[in-house]
């Protein structure tokens, strides 16, 4: 029996079409069926695929000699590869696209939570203030507590409805279902605009977000600079929002195509820069209240954070860099 009689066989009884055999193949159904009519013969790397696809040997597929299959009893075949139908890939997509609303959420009310510290703390050094500076700091920290208590739940339900996804997240193999990639691809397509939208206002939201603090910097009137840092953080905070609701459902896209981040490749690089992107956040946020704790300069300390924002891309560059390096060693 010659090659292209077994993978006739072996197709129809996996009970795939030509189409279904391509798509899995990652080639056209035209050279399925030059295959099959033993017109073309697939390359060695196609060979081996088509070996761990049906689960048995390549001396079978090769050899005309060999009538009765000869199946791998290697535990890495396809028979491990998780597949994923169009009802699990809708259900993935629309709760991420929930989750992300919810992540922004929780976010904003992180930015916001030290406004209302900032501003007490600025009025109780005002002459005759009605605030006291010990008042400021316990109704300040109070309201921050209470802020990222509220974050807090939000970021933990997000990470359980995630859960059974997360091996999109990890070096589980995965492949879609015949017809589920179009689909994806469609989705994709008509999210695009969106998401460059998306992008295009936060950034411009983000860059505006500084312009009372800069028009009002030199204003000795300390009620109308602390407004603008209040404003500064509303405004930075709709922006990071807009960047993570666009970024989260694109994310999810690009997760179940293996496209931009989430190649096999990326998926190495994008692991290590998620940790040190934790630890550098986790560090600066330290850094942040131990020197306002220290001073008590409240109003002034949430520079570390606008300077710490400005070299996050120059450490995430570096990152990219060293990880680069490595594969290439």
């Not at 933990?156 to 070096?171: S, T």
């Not at 312009?211 to 300390?222: A, D």
Request: hydrophobic share 45%; aromatic share 10%.
């Amino acid at each position: 029996m010659i090659l292209a009689d077994k993978i006739i066989r072996l197709r129809k009884k996996n009970g795939w079409s030509q189409e279904e055999l391509a798509y899995k193949m990652n080639v056209s159904r035209q050279a399925v069926s030059k295959w099959e009519g033993a017109q073309t013969i697939p390359d060695l790397e196609k060979i081996l695929q088509l070996s761990l696809l049906f689960g048995v040997t390549t001396d079978y597929l090769l050899k005309d000699e060999i009538e009765d299959e000869e199946l791998t009893n290697d535990s890495s075949s396809d028979t491990t590869i998780k597949r994923i139908s169009l009802v699990e890939a809708n259900a993935y997509l629309e709760q991420r696209k929930k989750a992300s609303w919810r992540i922004a959420l929780a976010t904003f009310l992180c930015i916001l939570s030290p406004i209302t510290l900032i501003v007490l703390t600025m009025l109780s050094e005002l002459p005759n203030a009605i605030v006291t500076e010990a008042t400021a700091g316990a109704v300040g920290l109070t309201v921050l507590f209470a802020f990222i208590l509220c974050a807090v739940p939000l970021y933990i339900y997000c990470g359980f409805k995630n859960q059974p996804y997360e091996f999109l997240d990890k070096n589980v193999p995965f492949e879609l279902e015949y017809g589920v990639k179009g689909l994806v691809t469609e989705r994709k397509n008509a999210f695009r605009p969106t998401y460059i939208a998306y992008n295009i206002i936060a950034t411009c939201v983000c860059i505006f977000s500084v312009v009372p603090v800069v028009l009002l910097s030199f204003s000795e009137n300390e009620i109308l600079v602390a407004a603008a840092l209040a404003l500064l953080m509303i405004i930075a905070g709709i922006g990071a929002g807009m960047f993570i609701v666009a970024g989260t459902q694109n994310a999810s896209i690009q997760k179940l195509l293996k496209e931009g981040d989430f190649t096999e490749k990326e998926k190495k690089r994008t692991s290590v820069k998620e940790i040190i992107g934790f630890c550098y956040w986790g560090v600066l946020t330290a850094i942040y209240l131990a020197v306002s704790f220290l001073n008590n300069q409240w109003h002034l300390s949430w520079i570390i954070f606008a300077v710490g924002g400005v070299l996050f891309p120059v450490v995430m560059c570096i990152c990219n860099y060293i990880a680069d390096k490595d594969n290439k060693d």
